[in-house]
């Protein structure tokens, strides 16, 4: 029985090594957007990342809230890079320079935030999400529509839609997250540009949540993480860049 029980403790403390040997190293930086302006942000590496094999990206937006310095690294950390963690890609998560994502000074910033960080490291191409998560939901159907040149995935959780604009987002595959027990972005719209873009034989997967308001972002966490399997089947048919 002794003996069994310290094969256990063995094996208990080699399992959770080796989950803590998996996880990313994370770096907190800023980055110039002027001569007197900074933008903080994260950026989590794989833990087995060396430079050789080129990585997928993640552009991670924050929600809204009582935001302080790395807030866009709270979340990454707790939300979307657990989540997202089986893509083996490099994340991003900025602070948004203004109250909204749906700025052009924001819009300017991240994009060259992502230029930099694609001169840094070796990123694949062909494999660059953007996601977030209400506030960063509205800012990942804006920049997805703005930049379907740059970005090859998009996964918007809890976000406004935009009323036009569809056909901007070109052939990029889009996973929408969105529960019916939404109190604070209506869940219609969501389900209503879905089905148009489903119409327009665009690659398009719709996830409607029952039971989870929209502050418990915890709920939101297994339905992101089957967002990055589906993306992940969709990229397969892109080769690597």
Do not use: C
Request: aromatic letters at 8%.
């Amino acid at each position: 029985m002794q003996r069994l029980l310290l094969v256990a403790i063995v094996l208990g403390l080699a399992h959770a090594a080796q989950a803590q040997s998996a996880r990313p190293r994370v770096e907190h930086r800023a980055f110039p957007i002027s001569d007197l302006v900074e933008m903080t942000y994260a950026i989590s590496i794989p833990s087995d990342y060396n430079g050789t094999e080129p990585r997928p990206l993640v552009l991670a937006l924050h929600p809204g809230g009582a935001r302080s310095a790395y807030y866009g690294s709270m979340n990454m950390r707790q939300i979307f890079e657990p989540a997202l963690r089986d893509l083996g890609a490099i994340f991003i998560a900025p602070d948004a320079p203004t109250r909204r994502w749906t700025t052009d000074t924001a819009d300017e910033a991240v994009m060259n935030l992502l230029e930099a960080v694609l001169g840094e490291y070796a990123i694949d191409r062909n494999r660059i999400l953007i996601t977030g998560f209400s506030l960063g939901g509205r800012g990942t159907w804006f920049m997805a529509t703005r930049h379907p040149d740059f970005f090859t995935g998009a996964i918007p959780i809890a976000g406004s839609p935009p009323d036009d604009k569809l056909d901007a987002l070109g052939d990029m595959p889009i996973h929408i997250i969105h529960s019916r027990e939404d109190e604070v972005v209506p869940f219609g719209p969501a389900e209503a540009t879905a089905q148009a873009l489903k119409a327009r034989q665009h690659s398009v997967r719709f996830t409607a949540l029952d039971g989870i308001g929209h502050f418990a972002m915890g709920g939101y966490v297994d339905a992101l993480r089957d967002a990055g399997i589906w993306m992940m089947e969709q990229w397969k048919e892109r080769p690597s860049l």
